[in-house]
């Protein structure tokens, strides 16, 4: 017991919380990257190929999502408490793109007539939940949470601006790379090509977005900077940055190649080196500027609870998607050839 006493649950409940949404964000960032690319595929049969890969997967992707939101309600209620009012509007927004998208995954299934609507339903559900994740990624970031007397003082739009702008479509590019590098991996023939072409133009997007915020997120706060500026903390994040650039040459070198799997691999992690680099940025702060893990922290008794329930969940639900995987590795079988629609 006196061990548990000593224990910093903070710190491990700061590292769960990281694992866990970055677990879901490289997870359900190819199957929603899918969806933003849905309305460019050329013909029906690569968007019925293109959800044919997501079928079983894309709900439990989402598990990271809830279990993240978990983690940080139980272990750092008085900043959930101050940042879930803060972006209301983005998280309303995402949960409704989240489910509209869900609707029409299993809508479309069904053909008829409103087939398109399903569709183009399926791609701007994609969309907007993307983007309300980045948004609030830079609000988080980038902008002064205003709080006064412990609750959250400011207005229902302060986190719209356009640093949170720039990562919210900063995201979506990143996303897309994913939904690329995604089908390369999982499809073949015309659809896989499609994928392959699209990787170009996403990586280039995504890397402009990227290099766009490494260079503003540090002139958005002067305490950013001198976290990545000032030694010897520079020899140790420098990395990152350096990891993130070759990751994005491998991938413009390897998107033709015939080692399917290298530029999903590699697109992965630049994901995880620019999440990483964010959350180093911020480090170890649960509110930047107002207050730091520690001060967010619960109670030692919710702490534990807590922790005992991570330490049980967490390896279920990874067998459980690892299984997953396992099942329905290599390719996506062929979806048969439909009159044009």
């Keep these: 017991m006196s061990m ?40 029906a049969s690569d968007r019925d190929a293109m959800m044919a890969t997501l079928e079983p997967f894309w709900d439990g992707n989402e598990t990271w999502l809830v279990l993240g939101g978990m983690v940080l309600l139980g272990a750092f209620p008085l900043a959930f408490a101050i940042l879930l009012p803060a972006f209301y509007v ?30 183009a339903t399926f791609a701007a559900g994609s969309f907007i939940a993307a983007f309300c994740q980045g948004a609030v990624l830079g609000a988080f970031v980038g902008r002064n949470i205003t709080v006064s007397d ?11 601006g356009l640093f949170s702008l720039a990562t919210g479509l900063g995201v979506v590019a990143a996303y897309g790379l994913l939904g690329a590098c995604w089908l390369v991996w999982k499809t073949s023939g015309s659809t896989q090509n499609f994928g392959r072409e699209l990787m170009l133009p996403t990586l280039l997007c995504a890397g402009a977005a990227i290099l766009l915020i490494s260079v503003w997120t540090p002139f958005a706060k002067p305490q950013i900077a001198e976290r990545w500026f000032a030694w010897p903390d520079f020899l140790w994040l420098t990395p990152l940055p350096i990891i993130a650039f070759l990751a994005g040459i491998g991938i413009l ?28 940025s911020v480090w170890p702060e649960a509110i930047p500027g107002v207050m730091t893990i520690w001060q967010a922290s619960s109670m030692h008794r919710t702490q534990v609870i807590v922790a005992g329930a991570v ?3 967490v390896p279920i639900i990874l067998a459980y998607i690892g299984y997953g995987y396992w099942l329905f590795r290599g390719k996506t079988k062929p979806v048969p050839e439909f009159p044009p629609r």
């Design 4 to 43: 548990l006493a000593n224990f910093d649950f903070a710190s491990f409940f700061a590292v769960a919380a990281a694992i866990v949404i970055g677990l879901y964000v490289v997870l359900d960032g190819f199957d929603l990257g899918v969806g933003i690319l849905f309305p460019l595929a050329p013909r």
């Design 90 to 119: 983005p998280l309303c927004l995402m949960l409704f793109g989240l489910v509209i998208r869900g609707v029409a995954f299993e809508f479309r299934s069904q053909g008829g007539r409103f087939q398109i609507v399903w569709s």
């Design 253 to 280: 070198l390897t998107r033709w190649s015939e080692r399917e799997w290298v530029p999903l691999a590699l697109s992965l992690l630049l994901f995880v080196t620019s999440l990483a680099g964010l959350g180093a």
């Design 150 to 160: 412990g609750a959250f003082a400011g207005g229902p739009f302060d986190w719209l």
């Design 311 to 313: 330490v049980i969940i």
